[in-house]
């Protein structure tokens, strides 16, 4: 008998399909409602099975597909528990890891962040300075290039990992929402904002690396349902007993659900709560801001201290642009010793004992230069 090849799957999903189940139409667990801000259209349904995918994302041997689809089915049972019966992992539990796993790699595993890649990939060898007047260096081209081959997507997603005790001691709690507008998600759904940073006007680097003080993390779950988690050193999310805090403030809601449009590629999604009216009035306010995740490359002169008048160097800042619309949520507050907090160095951002900091593509390059004489 002949034994048949295992069937690998070329439609590979960014947004996990039980994910979208947890919006789908009259709970048919089926079908989503989609609006497309490219082409302003709107439907109310469109199969989860075509959704949120991309043929061969992860690569054509099925190894880091495989490998997604496992840590899925671990992590699917704990956010299901969080909507269906308000319960939350216990603190430092494997389920807790499995929560915070999962939204990493639910960041990293986004086609945005290869596209981003790709794109100040091309722009090192576009990009010319006026301060040495030539283009600026393209050594780390090739290692932009490396991690958008599918052994670079395979090694920085498995080793993702590494990455979570750093966010082991933020705190988590649901968000419930009794308004009428819904939580909706977008083709890039887990937001991550810093209030702290914004409030400071603090730009030195991005203010959504993950080891960042303030850091805070907002995933709808479903219509009603959000999972927030954030910096507990400098914010408060309800009283302090409280696991879920329920919010009545439609204002709330809508900037929640603002950030999802300002996140996202192309592409929001939603149950058959949200009107076509509503999610058009959302796009519209969006459009007064900024989007996150627009790559830029700049370059500044920098003088080098206890150096000849005639030595300067250059700085090269490549990076992408964060969420910033002033963010004000119902129940969510700083508590008093944040604003004590002193940001004088880039060290100083980071919270204590975190392991890896500039996990972000916000990245300083110095290069000497001799100027002419």
């Given amino acids: 008998m002949i034994k048949q090849k295992k069937q690998i799957p070329k439609n590979h999903h960014f947004v996990p399909q039980f994910f979208q189940r947890f919006f789908s139409f009259l709970n048919n667990g089926k079908t989503i409602g989609m609006f497309n801000t490219e082409l302003n259209l709107f439907k109310s349904q469109v199969p989860i099975s075509s959704q949120l995918s991309s043929d061969h994302l992860y690569g054509q041997d099925g190894d880091l597909e495989n490998w997604l689809s496992q840590l899925e089915a671990n992590a699917a049972p704990v956010f299901k528990e969080m909507w269906e019966k308000e319960k939350l992992p216990i603190i430092q539990s494997p389920d807790h890891f499995k929560m915070m796993h999962f939204l990493v790699v639910l960041d990293l595993r986004n086609p945005i962040h290869f596209k981003i890649l790709t794109r100040l990939e091309q722009k090192l060898y576009a990009t010319k300075s006026k301060i040495s007047e030539g283009?600026?260096?393209?050594?780390?081209?090739?290692?932009?290039?490396?991690?958008?081959?599918?052994?670079?997507?395979?090694?920085s997603l498995k080793s993702a990992d590494q990455l979570?005790?750093?966010?082991?001691?933020?705190?988590?709690?649901l968000i419930k929402n009794t308004t009428s507008n819904p939580f909706i998600i977008s083709d890039n759904p887990l937001v991550l904002y810093n209030q702290f940073l914004e409030k400071r006007n603090w730009r030195i680097c991005s203010q959504r690396d993950f080891?960042?003080?303030?850091?805070?993390?907002f995933l709808p779950l479903n219509d009603w349902y959000l999972l927030a988690v954030y910096d507990a050193n400098i914010y408060k999310l309800g009283?302090?007993?409280?696991q879920v805090v329920t919010i009545d403030d439609k204002n709330s809601v809508d900037q929640l659900n603002l950030l999802q449009f300002l996140n996202s590629e192309t592409t929001v999604n939603f149950s058959h709560t949200a009107s076509e009216h509503y999610i058009r009035t959302l796009y519209e306010r969006s459009r007064k801001?900024?989007?996150?995740?627009?790559?830029?490359?700049?370059?500044?002169?920098?003088k080098v201290p206890k150096e000849p008048d005639n030595f300067t160097a250059q700085m090269i800042e490549m990076g992408v642009s964060d969420l910033n619309i002033k963010l004000?949520?119902?129940?969510?507050?700083?508590?008093?010793?944040?604003?004590?907090?002193?940001?004088?160095?880039?060290?100083?951002q980071y919270r204590k004992n975190v392991k890896f900091k500039g996990y972000t593509y916000k990245v300083y390059t110095i290069e000497p230069i001799t100027e002419k004489s």
């Fill in 135 to 155: 283009n600026v260096p393209s050594d780390l081209a090739p290692r932009f290039h490396e991690q958008q081959t599918d052994q670079g997507k395979l090694l």
């Fill in 164 to 173: 979570v005790p750093d966010l082991l001691d933020l705190k988590y709690k």
């Fill in 211 to 217: 080891g960042l003080k303030g850091m805070q993390f």
């Fill in 239 to 242: 009283t302090k007993k409280q």
């Fill in 289 to 302: 801001y900024l989007k996150a995740n627009d790559d830029f490359i700049s370059v500044h002169k920098l």
């Fill in 328 to 348: 004000s949520l119902q129940k969510l507050n700083f508590i008093s010793k944040s604003s004590t907090v002193k940001l004088q160095s880039i060290t100083d």
